[in-house]
C-alpha cells in the first residue's frame, strides 16, 4: 500500500490542492490508484494525536504501508525531533 497523508490545520483550508500536488506525483511516478490509501486531517500540528495520523501509524507498525507521500514535511509535523 501506499499511504498518502495530507493535513491542514483548519477547517477553512481545504486538502484538495495538496491532493492535486499529490496525485500528480502518483501519476509522474506511475503508482496505481489502486495502491493508494488517503489519510487526512483537519487537526493542528502541534500534536501528534490525530485520527488519521494515528490510523497511518497502526498501518505503519503493522507492516501493511510500503511507502507513506506527503505534500511538505512539515504536514506530518513541525518539528523534526517527532
Not at 502541534?46 to 501509524?57: T, V
Amino acid at each position: 500500500m501506499v499511504a498518502c497523508y495530507c493535513r491542514v490545520s483548519s477547517r477553512r483550508q481545504t486538502h484538495e490542492s495538496r491532493k492535486a500536488e499529490i496525485h500528480r506525483w502518483l501519476r509522474q511516478n506511475r503508482i496505481r490508484a489502486g495502491r493508494v490509501v488517503w489519510f487526512e486531517d483537519t487537526e493542528t500540528g502541534r500534536s501528534l494525536n490525530r485520527p488519521a495520523f494515528e490510523r497511518l501509524q497502526r498501518e505503519l507498525f503493522a507492516g501493511k504501508v510500503e511507502m507513506v507521500v506527503v505534500w511538505k514535511l512539515d504536514r506530518l509535523s513541525p518539528t523534526r525531533r517527532d
